[in-house]
């Protein structure tokens, strides 16, 4: 079978044409850095607009590249939430009226699925239960894998997510929009041991994260103007490494049955995040996957391929689902402080 997707829910809009066997027939996506630029962030009724505009022409881009026409797609999978409301229902809507123009059927899918599953669009071996480290913009969770849509949340962040703070150091040290990649960037070129950043968290008994006190740790360093910003890059990197090595390991201990250490999410292709995960996979003797960079941060062929699994399994057809700003994975994730949902 062959799933459209459609991915709206940030600042990228991508549609994708993904086979159940796994072959990516075609995918776009469109950014929205220039538009967001002059703000340092996204700046959420820009990026709807962008979608109306982006979406409908890159959906005939992929149909034109395949060489299909819309009647030869088997589903549609449309991202539902969570992420910025007025993105969401862009997508959504779009997914609904193709699915209706169609008669094929619409496959709601939570994002954070989309990235959790988005290691088996390209590690076939890969298994469930699996250990999941989702470190994205908005997230920064510990997800038992057991199943498609059997997920249960070890842990998440008491404050900010990873990557909302690789993005607010990049705005302290004037390293620009978007930061993941720009502080990864300018930490090579820095010394890692050049401040003694905080670990918050660190050693304590349960998997949660927190990154919010070093980021003001990072802002007072930086106004203190001791060290140049490549240092406290690195110094900066190197923390929440550390943060996340130590809260994945325990994790791991709580999870004896995960048959493999997975990282999804945008954070994930950070270098330096995944040869620290890869050993810590390997001193426990399990494999670690991370999927390559393009399927790491936002793009549509893992809302298709989320699509295919629930299609294999006849998860689908929901034409009155509601777009949600908010929605955990895990139906009974404790309830979870600012943006840990
Ligand atoms: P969510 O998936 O939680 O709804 P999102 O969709 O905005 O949020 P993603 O697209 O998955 O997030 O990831 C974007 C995030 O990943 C940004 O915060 C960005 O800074 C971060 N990121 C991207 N590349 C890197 C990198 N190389 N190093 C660190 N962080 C990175
Ligand atoms: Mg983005
Ligand atoms: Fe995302």
Redesign the pocket.
């Known amino acids: 079978a062959i799933i459209l997707g459609l991915e709206s ?4 809009t991508a549609a994708a044409l993904v086979a159940t066997d796994r072959r990516i027939l075609a995918q776009r996506i469109a950014g929205q850095e220039e538009a967001h630029r002059p703000f340092g962030g996204v700046v959420p009724e820009i990026a709807a607009r962008a979608h109306v505009e982006v979406l409908a022409p890159l959906i005939s881009q992929v149909m034109n590249e395949a060489g299909m026409q819309l009647d030869q797609v088997d589903a549609i999978a449309a991202t539902a939430g ?2 910025l409301i007025g993105g969401v229902m862009v997508g959504l809507v779009t997914g609904k009226a193709l699915s209706l123009a169609t008669g094929k059927p619409l496959i709601a899918i939570n ?2 699925e989309g ?1 959790a599953l988005s290691p088996r669009l390209v590690e076939p071996e890969l298994g469930f239960p699996y250990l999941l480290l989702l470190a ?4 920064c969770q510990l997800l038992a894998v057991d199943g498609v849509g059997c997920y249960r949340r070890l842990a998440t962040t008491i404050d900010d ?4 703070a ?2 607010k150091v ?1 705005k302290i040290l004037g390293l620009g929009f ?4 720009a ?2 960037r300018a930490a090579r070129q820095g010394d890692s041991r050049a401040v003694a950043f905080p670990r918050p968290l660190v050693g304590s008994g349960e998997p949660h994260f927190s990154f919010a006190g070093l980021k003001s740790a990072v802002l007072r360093a930086a106004e203190a103007g001791a060290h140049g910003r490549e240092d406290l890059a690195a110094s900066f990197q190197q923390a929440v490494v550390d943060c996340l090595i130590d809260r994945t390991r325990l994790a791991l201990e709580a999870m004896p049955e995960a048959t493999a250490l997975v990282v999804a ?3 994930a ?3 330096a ?1 995944r040869t620290a995960l890869g050993a810590l996979a390997d001193a426990q003797g399990l494999p670690f996957i991370a999927p390559p960079g393009w399927l ?3 793009n549509a062929a893992m809302i298709a391929w989320a699509g295919a699994e629930r299609f294999g399994l006849g998860l689908m057809g929901e034409a009155d689902v509601a777009a949600r700003a908010r929605w955990p994975l895990d139906p009974d994730a404790p309830p979870a402080r600012g943006a840990g949902v």
């Open positions: 829910s940030c600042d990228e969570p992420g994002h954070l990235h994205s913009g908005g997230h997510a990873a990557g909302e690789f993005d990049a978007p930061g993941g990649p502080v990864e999410g945008g954070v292709s950070n270098q995040i790491c941060t936002d």
